[in-house]
Nanobody, 121 residues
Framework: QLIQSGGGLVQAGDSLRLSCAAS????????MGWFRQAPGKEREFVAG????????YYEASLKGRFFISRDNVNYMVYLQMNSLKPDDTAIYYC????????????????WGQGTQVTVSS
């Protein structure tokens, strides 16, 4: 089970950090990622991090502004979002998969409940 927190309404240029807490002790077996879905659009991949936290991967247009990290001791994964833009407005989901390819494809075994991020201009 993945429980998300964070999100809300911010202004363009602000930063925001999303958190995702896992309840499973097998958290370290999971590659973790963040996805988002904007109104009227399909869900898209944002960022992923492997089970060890050694390797991460980003949607190309977000690299350098968004940063994913994880804490395998406390079963947490984070998404730090900087220099937010109105186009970043979406519902953000954390997700986990034991398979890296499935994670990137959005074919995850576990999903968080989603959290709204709204960026005003």
């Amino acid at each position: 089970q993945l429980i998300q927190s964070g999100g809300g309404l911010v202004q363009a240029g602000d930063s925001l950090r999303l958190s995702c807490a896992a309840s499973e002790p097998t958290f370290q077996d999971y590659n973790m990622g963040w996805f988002r879905q904007a109104p009227g659009k399909e869900r898209e991949f944002v960022a992923g991090i492997d089970w060890s936290g050694t390797n991460d991967y980003y949607e190309a247009s977000l690299k350098g502004r968004f940063f994913i990290s994880r804490d395998n001791v406390n079963y947490m994964v984070y998404l730090q979002m900087n220099s937010l833009k109105p186009d970043d407005t979406a519902i953000y989901y954390c997700a986990g998969s034991t398979n890296w390819g499935r994670l990137l494809a959005g074919l995850n075994e576990s999903w968080g409940q989603g959290t709204q991020v709204t960026v005003s201009s």
